[in-house]
């Protein structure tokens, strides 16, 4: 069983930067594409970013330039750089994992960006 735990998020003024993280128990952390998500209150779960196992990254459109993924296989651990933050970004963050067809689920960490 995969347990995911994610930290980082926090409130922070338009402009700032925060950098979440996400730590992964057991051993398929390597073999595994990553992703971070976003859900807004009203709206639904939306990817934001990825990083397969062998670090080719995708992003939402609304976050390129501004966001980076990235992982350490040695920490089990994934991040996201968040870099001038708008208000719109404000929702619960999620980090995922994928492996063989199977999906699992951080608790989210919120994440709130006033103007």
């Known amino acids: 069983q995969v347990q995911l735990v994610e930290s980082g998020g926090g409130l922070v003024q338009a402009g700032g930067s925060l950098r979440l993280s996400c730590a992964a128990s057991?051993?398929?952390?390597?073999?595994?594409?990553m992703g971070w998500y976003r859900q807004a209150p009203g709206k639904e779960r939306d990817v934001v970013a990825s990083?397969?196992?062998?670090?080719?990254?995708a992003y939402a459109g609304s976050v390129k330039g501004r966001f980076t993924i990235s992982r350490d296989n040695a920490k089990n651990t994934v991040y996201l750089q968040m870099n001038a933050l708008k208000p719109e970004d404000t929702a619960v963050y999620y980090c995922?994992?994928?492996?063989?067809?199977?999906?699992?689920w951080g608790q989210g960490t919120q994440v709130t960006v006033s103007s």
């Open positions: 990083i397969t196992s062998g670090g080719y990254t």
């Open positions: 057991g051993t398929i952390f390597s073999r595994s594409s």
């Open positions: 995922n994992l994928m492996y063989v067809g199977s999906a699992y």
